[in-house]
């Protein structure tokens, strides 16, 4: 039996390494941005309503010329004491100088979920007070005004169990996001 299974794993670290590799060159489709606790943001997420990865994304500000800066008082927000650090993303220091982060988008965060929509409503509308584990960010005041960008790529699979954790790892790996529970 050790022998079979052993043939297994051989097979699916193959297909594990395919699978990494066509996911480095997937490509976000833009879904629009947001402005936090701007109540006039579009409705765009009810197209979503869809299996996939996502990825939220956050604006650095244009007064700040370097990452460095900006992450500084990013982190400063994100860690402030009033907020929990329960059941939140936290900042993932080796991704923090990963590369050199020129753009003015930083990625923030990417996950998975069989229901995109839903899982990006519980990011955005779940309190601290509840156990769900998300980014929270209407609860986070000090964040009001930060801009944000939602991107996503639809992956409709039968064996979401075994992809998409493949696939969310190796977009991870590539982007880079700064906050994360891995």
């Not at 839903?118 to 584990?133: K, M, W, Y």
């Amino acid at each position: 039996m050790n022998n079979e299974i052993k043939s297994i794993d051989q097979v699916l670290q193959v297909q594990i390494k395919k699978l990494q590799d066509l996911a480095i060159n997937l490509k976000w489709e833009p879904l629009g941005e947001f402005v936090l606790g701007d109540t006039s943001n579009d409705d765009s997420l009810s197209k979503l309503n869809h299996m996939g990865v996502y990825l939220f994304e956050v604006e650095k500000d244009i007064d700040q010329a370097d990452f460095e800066s900006w992450y500084e008082i990013f982190k400063e927000k994100w860690e402030d004491e009033e907020y929990p650090k329960k059941h939140t993303p936290k900042l993932i220091k080796k991704r923090k100088n990963a590369s050199e982060r020129k753009d003015s988008w930083i990625p923030l965060y990417i996950g998975k979920s069989q229901d995109i929509q839903a899982r990006i409503n519980e990011h955005l509308t779940v309190g601290f007070d509840q156990s769900t584990s998300a980014l929270k960010l209407n609860a986070r005041k000090n964040l009001v005004g930060y801009r944000f960008r939602l991107s996503f790529i639809r992956l409709i699979v039968d064996e979401y169990g075994a992809i998409m954790p493949v696939v969310e790892s190796a977009l991870r790996e590539r982007d880079k996001p700064i906050l994360g529970r891995q």
